[in-house]
């Protein structure tokens, strides 16, 4: 089965990241989208930890120590930027300032529920961060991850099973195999992987998914 790498993942995120919209990334895969942002786009990456204004990752040999996001990566800062205390980092998240946050996650429903803090599992070490204060403070929520676990089971569900980070709170799903827009009316695929079918596609999802419209499969 035809796959997006997460190279390709992060790019395409970042296509769907607008001028000037204020974006948090959050821990592990959603940071590679900030090395797909176009130089010429203004975006200004916030993260938790108390930064604005950060830049792709720093050139080997060239990382600052000092200089970190929310995931203990080292980042770089651009002309502008800015660090601060996490408490006023969390007023920004918490007050409706940041237009997109981009999250890892456990299970997405077919209603937009987020979970991704904890699994449920005895041995699992919950770590929930700032990603309750970003699913309900962000204008959007999009998140991105792989589409099915290690075990072949899918993280896209009709509903969610581990405990919710937030509710109804995301707007796009972007995965290894499609991208899925959270609609009234169910998810919406809106891009898929080449060479993969919508039957393909729902075989591997666990929630019910609306195909692509004629126009956008002539689009795609």
């Known amino acids: 089965m035809s796959r997006y790498s ?63 996001n929310a995931g203990k990566q080292p980042v770089t800062l651009l002309t502008g930027g800015s660090y601060f205390h996490h408490a006023d980092s969390f007023a920004m998240m918490r007050g409706g300032h940041l237009d997109i946050c981009v999250l890892g ?14 699994t449920g599992a005895p041995d699992a070490i919950p770590a929930v961060g700032g990603a309750m204060d970003l699913a309900i403070g962000a204008k959007q929520v999009f998140v991105m991850m792989e589409h099915q676990t290690k075990t072949g089971e899918s993280k896209i569900v009709e509903q969610c099973t581990y405990p919710l980070t937030g509710i109804g709170c995301v707007s796009r799903i972007y995965t290894d195999l499609a991208v899925l827009d959270v609609t009234p009316q169910g998810l919406q695929v809106r891009e898929m992987a080449p060479g993969l079918t919508f039957k393909d596609l729902q075989a591997v999802t666990a929630a019910r998914l609306l195909p692509l419209s004629k126009e956008q499969g002539a689009q795609a």
């Open 105 to 118: 996650a456990f299970q997405v429903s077919g209603s937009g529920d987020l979970a991704n803090w904890h």
């Open 6 to 68: 997460r190279e390709q993942m992060a790019e395409r995120v970042a296509q769907d990241i607008p001028e000037g919209a204020y974006v948090n990334l959050g821990i592990g895969l959603p940071t590679k989208v900030a090395n797909f942002l176009p130089p010429e786009r203004e975006v200004f990456l916030h993260s938790e930890n108390g930064l604005l204004g950060m830049g792709p990752a720093p050139a080997p040999g060239e990382e600052d120590e000092d200089l970190i």
